[in-house]
């Protein structure tokens, strides 16, 4: 995956601490970055501050069409995010499991949480780890 390609990022569970230094780290680089969590914290302020758009419910209509745009669009989330969460099922019935795997998906998903300090990591060096939970698979692109 060529970041440079990547104009929008969209992340579920945006609030976190190693969430929203990816989201910093993107609002950086110059990239358009949203997100949703759960609840309004100073971390979600924080991240309004510097122009990230971020939503408090999980009702899809309410994303950004730019978000929505899945060959400019890359979609972080974090497994703190159940399961039953909306905007998380809308995305991952648009990304089928083979799209976990390789470079050549118009559309990734990246798996943050215990992961998310060796990403910070990764992704400053302009590469990008895919980690899929379900499959357990980890490619690196």
Known sequence: MNLKTIHNVYFIGIGGVGMSALAKYFVADGKVVGGYDKISTLITE????????????T????????????KETLIVFT?????SNAILNYFKTK????Y??????????????????F??????SNKIVLFAG??????RL
């Open 119 to 124: 990403l910070v990591t990764v992704l400053s």
């Open 46 to 57: 924080s991240l309004v501050d510097l122009g990230v758009e971020v939503q408090f419910e």
């Open 79 to 83: 497994p703190a995010v159940s399961e």
């Open 100 to 117: 976990f795997l390789g470079p050549m998906s118009p559309f990734k998903i990246v798996n943050g949480s215990s992961s998310t300090s």
């Open 134 to 139: 379900i499959e357990k698979t980890v490619a």
């Open 59 to 70: 009702v899809v209509n309410k994303i950004d069409d730019r978000f929505l745009n899945l």
């Open 95 to 98: 990304v089928r499991s083979r």
